[in-house]
């Protein structure tokens, strides 16, 4: 079942609407590498043969897909170069 393309693509889906539920972007990363997976077992080649065929092998391709584009929205969206929180007050002392 995991061969299928349909499954990663309605998994990263439910994790992306997932993620507006969750503080933080960590599901952001899952989400668009389940459709990074979907998208390569829905064009085909050689590479979508190789991972229909090892279910581990797909799965090591998920978890480093989703490493990458996390690591990428996270350099995109995140804080920014010189970029520092300032406390202006403190919520001990109200």
């Known amino acids: 079942m995991l061969s299928a393309w349909w499954v990663w693509a309605v998994a990263g889906i ?3 609407i997932a993620e507006a ?3 933080g972007a960590i ?3 899952f ?10 077992l829905l064009v085909g080649g050689p590479v979508a043969a190789a991972l ?3 279910v581990p092998l797909m799965l090591l391709c998920f978890a480093v897909l989703s490493l990458i584009s996390w690591i990428v929205m ?3 969206l995140g804080v920014r ?3 520092v929180k300032v406390w202006t007050r ?4 109200d």
């Open 81 to 83: 170069k010189g970029q």
């Open 14 to 16: 439910l994790l992306l």
């Open 21 to 23: 539920f969750t503080a």
């Open 31 to 40: 989400g668009l590498g389940a459709l990074i997976i979907a998208i390569v």
């Open 27 to 29: 599901l952001l990363g």
């Open 52 to 54: 229909a065929g090892s």
């Open 74 to 76: 996270r350099r995109v």
């Open 90 to 93: 403190d919520i001990n002392e």
